[in-house]
T-cell receptor, first 114, second 113 residues
């Protein structure tokens, strides 16, 4: 049972345009959401997060939007740069989860073309 | 500032062989985790340790054992490797208080033939 789902395995955009990565979840106990970025042969690195009490969080070129009623979040990258080409993982954590366990989605490969 | 260090980076095993993946963190984090990454399946939690002295099963624990040796080190053991355990393994650590960002190691690519 995939509780966090990223339906698009890949996304290709032109440099300077907006990249929108989507994520859906099914567990209503999730109350904290994160995005991780992963380059080949490296471990994932934390990018941005959002608490369920908010519907938007912005950090430079990266903005995460949360729609709790739809159980949907998205990551917007504006403007996209070739260095943003990586796999992006959506992750979620539930209230009271022991040890701060995160549940990850399948990942979306973003390619930004010069 | 090493962060999370995993060894080895690559390993090839024959079916039935055993091995231990090592993980150490130098950030004084309380919680540590082992994940595996497979194509189309994202990162799946194998085992985790919320604090020194405790370990718990994650989503896919079968075929694995873990040891939280001390606050810094968390090892993953495959007692009898199977081809289905071919994967990239990531160790991670976190402060443990709240679902805040993990710090991941660079991974171990394991192939079981």
């Amino acid at each position: 049972d995939q509780q966090v789902k990223q339906n698009s395995p890949s996304l290709s955009v032109q440099e300077g345009r907006i990249s929108i990565l989507n994520c859906d979840y099914t567990n209503s106990m999730f109350d904290y959401f994160l995005w991780y970025k992963k380059y080949p042969a490296e471990g994932p690195t934390f990018l941005i997060s959002i608490s369920s009490i908010k519907d938007k969080n912005e950090d430079g070129r990266f903005t995460v939007f949360l729609n709790k009623s739809a159980k949907h979040l998205s990551l917007h990258i504006v403007p996209s740069q070739p260095g943003d080409s990586a796999v992006y993982f959506c992750a979620a954590s539930a209230r009271g989860s022991s040890g701060s366990r995160l549940t990850f989605g399948e990942g979306t490969q973003l390619t930004v073309n010069p | 500032n090493a962060g999370v260090t995993q060894t080895p980076k690559f390993q090839v095993l024959k079916t039935g062989q055993s091995m231990t993946l090592q993980c150490a963190q130098d950030m004084n984090h309380n919680s540590m985790y082992w994940y595996r990454q497979d194509p189309g399946m994202g990162l799946r939690l194998i085992y985790y340790s919320a604090s020194e002295g405790t370990t718990d099963k994650g989503e896919v624990p079968n075929g694995y054992n873990v040891s939280r040796l001390n606050k810094r080190e968390f090892s993953l053991r495959l007692e009898s490797a199977a081809p289905s355990q071919t994967s990239v393994y990531f160790c991670a650590s976190s402060v443990g208080q709240g679902p805040y960002g993990y710090t991941f190691g660079s991974g171990t690519r394991l192939t079981v033939v």
